[in-house]
């Protein structure tokens, strides 16, 4: 057992950390959710990462996506990611893909994974994503909105139809029913969204700019990261029979 995984072992069990080891799981989307899951799957012994977004490091993320750094602006968030990957864990292997998902380029990102986190915040590629995941018979754990809400306390996993007080929600499910899709699992809060004081404007089709706090999309991650690891290495949740 190499020493930098010693501590999760003791929790989870030798078996698990080689079950772990031979895992496949993807990120799309290393915002402030998906960058905070894909550190905990990397520190947590995953073997193959795909780490998956289209975006550079821009200002507006240092206070709350682990990639943002002063020194990391204008740098692919993929490639950020896949430097500390690969940092925290040398025999993870990591592939990355620096584009957006979406229906036309499916085939591009989609492979055999073992699970995939899904961070997406457009509405038709997390659509697409869910649906495609789940006629592949690949397990998928969604995002839902974690913007202008500030107690991470409240975050929980759960079936998409227990959602409620989250907009992407009452979106995703209104299109996902419309596409037959009744239940998939979400990481959601039920917390009432507070009301931004609105310093920028908001890019085009938005109507405005969420505000943000670093404790609560990184909380969201990282329960992302707890949920995928504990089915993976199939280690029963203490709080959940599954």
């Not at 999760?8 to 915002?31: D, N, P, Q, R």
């Not at 947590?44 to 020194?71: C, F, H, K, M, Y």
């Not at 079936?159 to 419309?178: I, P, W």
Request: net charge neutral; hydrophobic share 40%; aromatic share 4%.
């Amino acid at each position: 057992m190499e020493k930098r995984f010693i501590r999760a072992a003791s929790l989870l069990g030798e078996e698990a950390m080689a079950c772990l080891a031979g895992k496949h799981v993807a990120v799309f989307g290393l915002g402030g959710v998906g960058s905070w899951c894909a550190e905990a799957l990397a520190r947590s012994g995953v073997g193959r990462l795909t780490l998956v977004d289209r975006d550079v490091v821009s200002e507006s993320n240092i206070n709350r996506q682990l990639p943002a750094l002063s020194s990391t602006i204008g740098q692919l968030k993929t490639a950020v990611m896949a430097a500390r990957v690969t940092d925290i864990n040398p025999r993870c292997e990591v592939r990355t893909l620096a584009g957006t998902y979406d229906a036309e380029h499916r085939e591009e990102f989609l492979q055999d994974y073992d699970y995939v986190a899904d961070a997406i915040d457009l509405v038709s590629s997390k659509l697409d994503l869910i649906c495609s995941c789940l006629e592949r018979g690949i397990p998928i754990l969604s995002a839902l909105g974690t913007g202008n809400k500030q107690d991470p306390t409240l975050l929980r996993v759960s079936d998409l139809s227990e959602t409620q007080n989250d907009a992407l929600a009452r979106v995703v499910r209104k299109e996902l029913r419309a596409r037959g899709v009744l239940h998939t699992e979400v990481v959601w809060s039920p917390e009432e969204p507070m009301a931004p004081i609105p310093f920028e404007a908001p890019d085009p089709g938005r109507r405005s700019v969420p505000g943000s706090l670093a404790w609560v999309p990184s909380s969201a991650g990282l329960l992302m990261a707890r949920h995928i690891v504990l089915r993976l290495a199939g280690v029963k949740d203490p709080q959940k029979k599954f």
